[in-house]
């Protein structure tokens, strides 16, 4: 079993609906989680990260945190053909250094 | 704004050659990164670094080693490069303050022949 598992797709969804992006991860010490945005041929940037229980928006984006189910969610409201990228779910190891583990990222596909 | 620069954003060698790959930020941070990329795998961390001249292995440290002799620059180095080595290789600087995030730079693109 993966670390961090994600779902490749590609995920289909047409502009102005909501995709729904989702992530598990077998570590129950793990405390931080990150969602990372990766446009094909470029590098990795922040979208979004969450340490709580419960919902964190940002704009468009709402993070979703579960503990006990140990899944991570990225919702997008609104999507928009920009959003097509592949998105990353990465879980905080316990201990120091805020070592990452990713999982392989959901590929994500906004048609007009 | 945080810049991370890395020394190539292609290279192409050849097998058995050493290989160096650079990492250079401008923010002061103590924490440095290389991962390496691959389709269906994601990233996965090869080296860190916590401090000029400390480092720790990752999941995946062999055939590569690493040095930290200045605060700002994080290197990777290929010691005898084989085509098992071709991915894309991204290094990472760590912002302990605040919301504690990974800053990647452009990455560089090796290809092994």
């Given at each position: 079993?993966?670390?961090?598992?994600?779902?490749?797709?590609?995920?289909?969804?047409?502009?102005?609906?909501?995709?729904?992006?989702?992530?598990?991860?077998?570590?129950?010490?793990?405390?931080?989680?990150?969602?990372?945005?990766?446009?094909?041929?470029?590098?990795?940037?922040?979208?979004?990260?969450?340490?709580?229980?419960?919902?964190?928006?940002?704009?468009?984006?709402?993070?979703?945190?579960?503990?006990?189910?140990?899944?991570?969610?990225?919702?997008?409201?609104?999507?928009?053909?920009?959003?097509?990228?592949?998105?990353?779910?990465?879980?905080?190891?316990?201990?120091?250094?805020?070592?990452?583990?990713?999982?392989?990222?959901?590929?994500?596909?906004?048609?007009? | 704004?945080?810049?991370?620069?890395?020394?190539?954003?292609?290279?192409?060698?050849?097998?058995?050659?050493?290989?160096?790959?650079?990492?250079?930020?401008?923010?002061?941070?103590e924490?440095?990164?290389?991962?390496?990329?691959?389709?269906?795998?994601?990233?996965?961390?090869?080296?860190?670094s916590y401090d000029v001249?400390m480092?720790?292995?990752?999941?995946?440290?062999?055939?590569?080693?690493?040095?930290?002799?200045?605060?700002?620059?994080?290197?990777?180095?290929?010691?005898?490069?084989?085509?098992?080595?071709?991915?894309?290789?991204?290094?990472?600087?760590?912002?302990?303050?605040?919301?504690?995030?990974?800053?990647?730079?452009?990455?560089?693109?090796?290809?092994?022949?």
């Amino acid at each position: 079993q993966k670390e961090v598992e994600q779902n490749s797709g590609p995920l289909s969804v047409p502009e102005g609906a909501i995709a729904s992006l989702n992530c598990t991860y077998s570590d129950r010490g793990s405390q931080s989680f990150f969602w990372y945005r990766q446009y094909s041929g470029k590098s990795p940037e922040l979208i979004m990260f969450i340490y709580s229980n419960g919902d964190k928006e940002d704009g468009r984006f709402t993070a979703q945190l579960n503990k006990a189910s140990q899944y991570v969610s990225l919702l997008i409201r609104d999507s928009q053909p920009s959003d097509s990228a592949t998105y990353l779910c990465a879980v905080r190891r316990p201990g120091g250094y805020n070592k990452l583990i990713f999982g392989a990222g959901t590929r994500l596909a906004v048609h007009p | 704004d945080v810049k991370v620069t890395q020394s190539s954003r292609y290279l192409v060698k050849r097998t058995g050659e050493k290989v160096f790959l650079e990492c250079v930020q401008d923010m002061d941070h103590e924490n440095m990164f290389w991962y390496r990329q691959d389709p269906g795998l994601g990233l996965r961390l090869i080296y860190f670094s916590y401090d000029v001249k400390m480092k720790e292995k990752g999941d995946i440290p062999e055939g590569y080693s690493v040095s930290r002799e200045k605060k700002e620059r994080f290197s990777l180095i290929l010691e005898s490069a084989s085509t098992n080595q071709t991915s894309m290789y991204l290094c990472a600087t760590r912002d302990r303050v605040g919301t504690d995030t990974q800053y990647f730079g452009p990455g560089t693109r090796l290809t092994v022949l």
